[in-house]
């Protein structure tokens, strides 16, 4: 006696054919992610690049920042010794 899957009929064809329909949509969607993998690949080297002079950005913004900082109290203390030299021509 044969199983129900293993009887020749509409359903087992219809089966086979939706296995079929599968399989080349899976090797499609397959060889769009090779595609989409090669150029992550080239992209790659870019984007690592680019990170390794974003390091570079950020330490230099972090050492002017630095400097504008010092800039300003340096303005602040040059601003306070003008108004008492002003102070003392007003008189």
Do not use: C
């Amino acid at each position: 006696m044969s199983s129900p899957g293993n009887t020749p009929g509409p359903t087992n064809h219809r089966g086979e054919i939706l296995l079929e329909k599968l399989l080349g949509e899976f090797k499609t969607f397959g060889e769009g992610l090779w595609f989409v993998r090669r150029r992550i690949e080239r992209m790659e080297p870019k984007v690592n690049r680019m990170a390794d002079d974003m390091a570079i950005i950020k330490l230099a913004i972090r050492r002017h920042m630095k400097d504008i900082g010092q800039l300003k109290r340096h303005a602040k203390k040059t601003d306070r010794r003008l108004a008492i030299v002003e102070a003392k021509f007003n008189r």
